[in-house]
């Protein structure tokens, strides 16, 4: 166990997340939550493991988003096998059902976009689309399929995380709201709580 100290602010998924690569190579994390962890955005999060929106920001994002893609398989098969919780990590693909004119033209735009970063989709009728999922509205007009998106279940991600850091030891402290971040000689050096005053070597915000 390394002796530098992170202290991260932030429990949702990208705050444990972090304490879970940090923790992973022997470095020392506490992670402050001014709430409960999990509960906000991580919480709410619908689940799609995609590139859409990546593909129309592009640049340096784009890189970034990718590599995160690419890192699922294998970090949520790894959080499974040593949490025991089943993050339900799935390539299932994605549609996009469009019920109206409009609503095509818009997932044609988005299309321009991930086609030309090499993300190629497929057109539907909607009477095609009920071939696969009978369940689907008569309304749907077409729908759109990228192959390439997958999903997560976020509560289960969230937990497998939290079962892990736990097993590791990470300190925990929730209900701790961070109100300052303490400075020394132009560098972070520790942060201001609800509760006191917590020295580190670095301070990730999230
Ligand atoms: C309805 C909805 C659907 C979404 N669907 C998707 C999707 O399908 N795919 C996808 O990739 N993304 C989706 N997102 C976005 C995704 O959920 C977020 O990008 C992600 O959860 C952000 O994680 P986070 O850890 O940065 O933030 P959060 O989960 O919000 O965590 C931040 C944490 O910081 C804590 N905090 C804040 N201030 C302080 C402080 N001063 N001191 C201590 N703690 C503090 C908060 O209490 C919170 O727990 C969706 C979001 C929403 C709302």
Redesign the pocket.
């Known amino acids: 166990m390394s002796n530098r100290r992170v202290v991260i602010?932030?429990?949702?998924?990208?705050?444990?997340s972090a304490a879970e690569h940090l923790s992973r190579k022997g470095i020392r994390t506490v992670l402050?939550?001014?709430?409960?962890?999990?509960?906000?955005?991580?919480?709410?999060?619908?689940?799609?493991?995609?590139l859409r929106d990546a593909c129309r920001v592009g640049g340096a994002f784009m890189d970034l988003c990718r590599l995160s893609y690419d890192l699922y398989p294998e970090w949520t098969e790894r959080l499974k096998k040593e949490s025991g919780i089943d993050p339900e990590f799935l390539h299932s693909g994605g549609i996009g059902l469009a019920f109206q004119e409009g609503e095509e033209k818009a997932f044609r735009e988005m299309e321009e976009k991930t086609a030309a970063r090499g993300l190629k989709g497929e057109w539907f009728t909607g009477r095609e689309a009920r071939k696969w999922e009978p369940a689907l509205s008569t309304e749907v007009k077409s729908a759109w399929f990228l192959p390439q998106t997958r999903q997560v279940r976020?509560p289960r991600l969230n937990r497998a995380l939290l079962r892990v850091l736990q097993n590791r030891g990470v300190e925990f402290r929730e209900n701790?709201?961070?109100?300052e971040i303490l400075q020394e000689g132009g560098k972070a050096s520790g942060v201001e709580?609800s509760r006191g005053k917590i020295d580190a070597d670095k301070v990730l915000l999230?």
């Open positions: 602010i932030g429990g949702g998924v990208i705050g444990l402050l939550d001014k709430g409960s962890f999990a509960q906000e955005a991580s919480w709410a999060g619908a689940g799609y493991v995609d976020p701790e709201e961070v109100q709580t999230t």
